[in-house]
C-alpha cells in the first residue's frame, strides 16, 4: 500500500515507520510512505503556508494554494483518494479501517493552527476522518494512527493473519482477556479452560468472555449486532456467572 502525506511536519510522522508493524511493514515493502510539505510549494520567501481568518478572530488557517498544489502531486504521484484528518470529520472506527485498508493508494492530509481553508476541503477532500471528539493541535498524530491502523490489515504484517481479526471491533465486540506465563501470578490462576487444550471448549470461554466485556464495558455495540443462537446462549452463561461470583 502507498500513503501520501501532505504535512508541514513530515519528520513527525515519519516516525510512524520506525517502530512496530509499521516498520516492518516498510522493511518488507508492503507500505511505501512519501511525503509531501505544502511549505515547498510556497511562493514567499518565508513559506509561509497560513494567513488570518476573513472575518476576523482567533488563530491562523492554513490557505489553499500551496496545500491545493501539494495535494495534486501527492495524487498524482499515488492515484489514493485523498483524506482529510479533521475533527469534524466522520468517527474512525475499524469498519472504515479495514475498508480503506483495501485500497492500493491514499493521500493523507494534515491540518494545524484553526483548520484548513474550506474552499481546499471542498475541491480536493474525498473523505475527512476524525480520531475523537477531541481536537489534538495538528493531523499527524490522527494520521499516524489511521497509519498503524490500516498496517494491521496488510497482509503479510503481522506474524497471525487472524490475529487483526480478533481484535476488538472487529466482529462488532471487545477482544477477550489473554492470559500467559506465568501460570499463577500474585494468588490469581489462568482460567482452567485455556490450560486445557479443549479447542471447542477454548473458543467457547473466549467468545463467551468477548460477549460478557462488551456487555459489560460497551452495550453500545451489543444494540448494533445481531446475536446468533449460541453467542445469546453464552452472554446468558456469562451473566449466571457474574451473578454466581457477586453472590458468593
Ligand atoms: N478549529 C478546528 C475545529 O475546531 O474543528 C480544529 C483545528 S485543529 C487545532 C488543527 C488540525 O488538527 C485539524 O485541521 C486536523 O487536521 C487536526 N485534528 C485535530 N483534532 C483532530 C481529530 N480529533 N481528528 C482528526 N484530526 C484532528
Known sequence: MRIDIVSIFPMLVRTVGDFGVARIALERSILELNFWDPRDYCEDNYRRVDDRPYGGGPGMVMQAPPLAAAIRDARQAGQGRVIGLSPQGRPLDQ?????????????????????????????????ELSIGDYVVAGGELPAMVLIEALVRFLPGVLGNEESAKTDSFSAGLLDWPHYTRPEKFEGKKVPQTLLGGNHNEIRRWRLRQALGQTWLRRPDLLEKRQLSEEESLLLDEFKEQLKGQETS
Open 95 to 127: 469498519a472504515t479501517v479495514e475498508r480503506l485498508a483495501a485500497e492500493s493508494a491514499l493521500v493523507l492530509l494534515a491540518g494545524r493552527y484553526e483548520g484548513i481553508d474550506q474552499r481546499l476541503l471542498d475541491a480536493e477532500v474525498d473523505e
